[in-house]
């Protein structure tokens, strides 16, 4: 028994197996980046709460540095001028929004926690 192949035929068989082959790596190549591009994505979530918390923060720094700067002004005035009441005032307000930016951190930082922690056990629900 006798089998011949002529060269062309056995061209194309080998072609279309290298294409098949290539077609199976194609798919895990995929399957592979798709899981890169959902971790990326969980990345970018939390990073987008923390820069939200971020700008938050520079609002009420702003506001903070604003009542500092006032306090100071004040202070200068009444070295100068003698109004002791009006001084302590603004020191008072100075410091309730200092203990308010840190206390508001506090709660901030516990937000940020409960979030990740909720994110986790959706992932893991999502898993099984």
Do not use: C, H, P, W
């Not at 895990?28 to 979530?45: A, G, H, I, P, S």
């Not at 700008?55 to 720094?61: N, P």
């Not at 009006?86 to 203990?99: D, F, L, M, N, R």
């Amino acid at each position: 028994m006798d089998v011949s192949i002529d060269i062309k035929t056995f061209f194309i068989v080998l072609v279309l197996i290298a294409l098949i082959v290539l077609i199976v790596y194609a798919i895990m190549v995929l399957r592979k980046l798709l899981v890169t591009v959902d971790r990326t994505n969980n990345v970018l979530e939390d990073l987008e709460v923390v820069s939200e918390i971020a700008a938050a923060r520079s609002q009420d720094l702003d506001g903070i540095v604003d009542n500092v700067s006032v306090a100071a002004e004040e202070l200068s005035g009444a070295m100068a001028g003698g109004s002791f009441i009006g001084t302590v005032s603004s020191a008072a307000k100075t410091a309730a929004s200092i203990k308010g930016l840190f206390s508001e951190n506090d709660e901030d930082a516990a937000e940020v926690r409960a979030a990740k922690r909720k994110e986790k056990k959706e992932a893991r629900s999502k898993k099984k």
